[in-house]
């Protein structure tokens, strides 16, 4: 692939007032290559130089992401789960034991009332309640307490104690919803980060009784700007430096220069390092709209930072020489054909698991279909295996993040079925549709038992432990209004936001 090869100075930043949705090209499907050439015309992908005095913290492996993290916790200074997936990989879902009996409410957030907030997308202006995709949240160990961070639909982050609801600092107010889920630092540095859809990604501390912004990144700080300014993926950090991705098509690499001041307080000294164009010309020609928001997560395996946009653009960038000031290098691009705002999965081999949806109809994704397994070291010719879910109208597909689990891979279709497909092959082990419709959420695995949730606002708990049996349902609970949020699993409980605007601990019944 060629490398975008232009780096310059950054655009001068946009209005805030500017609109949010940008109107889309005329529609055309001229191409359906399977792999394209990066385009070195436009858009422009930016370097800049990171702080000459700031110091890297060496990795334990020679490289940005070890591969025998996979399905692990990343970080060793904390225990918790710190970001959406748990890892670099999106490969960790929390730590057991997982409820096997119908679990019963622990506690709840708001005691009372509901957390809600007005916001306005191409739609119009609705009032939104409670959490909502992906919203996962983040657990953690700090000073011999559990806390739970989550952001929500209330224009807050709140900041709980896991075992008992209660409020620990203040929640931190932003100016609109927050869909996303938060990521917490995992070196000790008491820092959250976080988007909202009021046009800024946050670094906010937590260490002086109450959440203090440290600095923020405008959806228009890079220009052009297609779709909107919201920030919905949860970010990743390493060696000091912060991985995301924004609504606005672009994404940033972020030398953070954490440390602390004379009075003991988190202090960061941020400098964008690296912005790069989530498309690409031929993207534009192919998919015949400007709709090229990233709203998935990152991931990053050994030396290669891979995201997706939701024009089905994946791309996978070489980025071995950040560090030392070298521009990463475009290396991986596929395009599956329509939006994918699933974050990329990577197993232990390096092989990538994408969930795609399938809204637009279009020739390239009823060829590719909406669960593929890549092999990214043949850029040419990339697709393992592949499944589809092609409903004659509507929406059908892929919203939610695969899961693996042992030797299958984990995935729930928009209608309300959750599949279990052979890794190698890719043929079909069990499928099952839950009794209450659709499933946004991304499916969980610990100890062997599968979480997911519907669009009902029923829980539902499967035996999966044989992955070549069909599941056994353990359980099936009323949580509350659909259910989107990814659910968190830490020590006996589930942690899970529901869009009727309550956010639950659930547990095993004593």
């Given at each position: ?31 359906l ?22 110091t ?45 009996k ?21 739609n ?5 309640c409670?959490?909502g ?21 209330d ?14 600092i ?16 995992p ?44 920030w919905?993926a ?7 430096y ?24 988190v ?36 030396n ?12 996978g ?37 994408v ?20 092999d990214?070291?043949?850029?040419d ?29 984990i ?62 349902e ?6 509350g209004g ?29």
């Amino acid at each position: 692939m060629t490398q975008l090869a232009r780096y310059g100075v950054r655009p001068a930043r946009r209005p805030r007032g500017a609109r949010r949705r940008l109107t889309a090209g005329a529609v055309g499907l001229a191409c359906l290559l399977l792999v394209a050439a990066c385009d070195t015309t436009e858009p422009a992908a930016q370097f800049h130089t990171p702080d000459a005095t700031a110091t890297t913290p060496a990795a334990p492996f020679d490289g940005w992401s070890d591969p025998a993290g996979v399905g692990k916790p990343y970080g060793s200074t904390v225990t918790g789960l710190f970001t959406f997936r748990g890892n670099l990989t999106r490969t960790y879902y929390g730590e057991g034991p997982v409820p096997r009996k119908a679990p019963v409410e622990a506690w709840r957030y708001p005691r009372s009332g509901a957390m809600c907030g007005n916001s306005s997308d191409e739609n119009g202006t609705r009032v939104w309640c409670g959490t909502g995709f992906t919203g996962e949240p983040a657990i953690f160990e700090r000073d011999g307490r559990t806390w739970v961070v989550f952001g929500a639909y209330d224009y807050s982050v709140h900041f709980l104690d896991a075992n008992t609801g209660e409020q620990i600092i203040p929640d931190f107010k932003t100016g609109d919803i927050i869909k996303g889920g938060v990521t917490i630092d995992p070196d000790g540095f008491p820092l959250v980060y976080t988007g909202s859809r009021d046009n800024y990604f946050r670094i906010i501390s937590f260490d002086q009784g109450k959440p203090v912004e440290l600095w923020k990144l405008s959806a228009y700080s890079d220009s052009p700007v297609y779709w909107n300014n919201d920030w919905d993926a949860s970010a990743l950090i390493i060696d000091d430096y912060l991985f995301e991705g924004g609504e606005n098509s672009w994404f940033h690499i972020v030398k953070l220069n954490r440390g602390y001041d004379s009075k003991g307080h988190v202090t960061v000294k941020p400098k964008v390092v690296f912005t790069m164009p989530g498309w690409d010309s031929q993207l534009k020609k192919d998919f015949g709209s400007t709709q090229f928001s990233i709203e998935g997560g990152a991931t990053i395996y050994k030396n290669t930072l891979y995201f997706s946009n939701s024009a089905g653009l994946v791309q996978g960038w070489d980025i071995s020489g950040v560090k030392q000031g070298v521009a990463p290098k475009r290396i991986f691009r596929f395009w599956t054909g329509d939006d994918t705002d699933a974050s990329v999965v990577v197993d232990q081999d390096g092989y990538l698991y994408v969930g795609s949806q399938y809204e637009k109809h279009n020739a390239r994704s009823k060829q590719i279909g909406q669960m593929m397994k890549l092999d990214p070291s043949k850029p040419d010719d990339p697709l393992v295996w592949s499944q589809k879910d092609q409903a004659a109208s509507g929406r059908s597909g892929v919203w939610g993040t695969p899961a693996l689990y042992q030797d299958i891979v984990i995935y729930d279709l928009t209608g309300g079925d959750v599949v279990g497909l052979d890794r190698q092959t890719g043929e079909q082990r069990w499928r099952f549709h839950t009794p209450g419709g659709e499933t946004w959420e991304s499916p969980v695995v610990v100890d062997g038992v599968l979480v997911i949730g519907d669009c009902t606002g029923h829980l539902h708990g499967y035996d999966v432990s044989d992955t070549h049996a069909a599941p056994k349902e353990l359980w099936t609970i009323k949580a509350g209004g659909c259910l989107e949020s990814t659910p968190a699993v830490w020590h006996g409980k589930i942690y899970v936001g529901t869009r009727a605007g309550a956010f639950l601990a659930l547990q095993e019944p004593k």
